[in-house]
């Protein structure tokens, strides 16, 4: 029977997340507290605090079905977002990646292109695979997305393009100027999809505007989550920004209670949550500079980042993952991503930051790190 699955089924690559703290816990023998775990770009500081309590009072709710419509959550990110944006523009989905696949029900089929710059997040292409679409992956020099070349690989076979802006796993971003340069020209047959999940770490007067696109009624998806600055990675929320019409065909294609009431509760109050987020911003800030730092003092080449975590090339990526797995610290090795020189570390703690650096440091003492 399995034989006979689709094709396109077997062949899908399988996405290798962070390595659960369970699991190395469990591999190590140790307490889940000794271990740090710096691999999913999740909040070093935990949930919104405000998120806790509204998903403490909902649970008391859980015979009940969720709000499958998602009303309020869905009226309150339109009303954050402003500019007019109301519910019938915004979808939710059981993280932010559902709503790539929804994305890929709605309009991926056999010999469609999907196109992604080369080191950009993997789910777009393991969702093209699952629909039978072909990924066309286009150079991006010094790590940042080129949408000049992206423009350039588009055809007639092009469905999809994706952004991920900040990128993951490299932590570059692609300015207004070059967005605006590209929207002006992109065909209306190809469907743009800016992915935000780490637009909340910006800092002030760097974010480009492409919400402005779905307000001008242009084929673009804006996609955010509430796994990144608001803690809530295990809730699995996030939501995608379009044009009522392309949010009305992304309905469609989500399962009836897609959005479990625990997170809607908890993104709600999250939403609003603006010291949680100003804090986690901070910390950001205050962590990522030290790592850089840390990192150019021991010769180590990094991509200077705009989001909570930094790519630096370690000479082999696997090498130093599983000797710091061996110390308890939980890193992503990025071979997966064709980059087998390099790891990301996402940005913690300070004291978890501090762990990492010693931690590196005395490996590189060692001479098992090229500095
Ligand atoms: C660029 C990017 N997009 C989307 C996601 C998915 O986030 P989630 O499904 O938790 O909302 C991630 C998660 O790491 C990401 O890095």
Redesign the pocket.
Known sequence: MWKSAHEHVLKLTVYEPGKPVEELARDLGLREEEIIKLA??ENPLGPSPKALEAMRRTLERSHFYPDGGGYELRGAIAERLGFGFARENIVL??????I?EFIGHAFFRPGDEVVVARH??A?YKLMAQLFGADTVEVPDPGFTADLEAMFAAINSKTRVLFL?N????TGTLVGQEAIDRFMARVPAHVLVVF?E??YEFLDEGVAPDVLKYVGEGRNVVV?R????IMGL?NL???YGVTTPELAAVLQRTRQPFNANGIAQAGALAGLLDEEHMRKTRELTHEGREYLEREFAAMGLEYVPSVANFVLVNVGDGNALFQSMLRKGIILRAMASYGLPEWIRISVGTMDQNRRCIEEMKALAKDGKLPA
Do not use: C, L, W
């Open positions: 999913s770009n989905g059981n993280g932010s990646n559902e790539i950009s997040f789910v991920a900040p990128n993951n796993p992915d999940a780490y996609m989550t509430f796994s990144k990675a699995r929320i996030g």
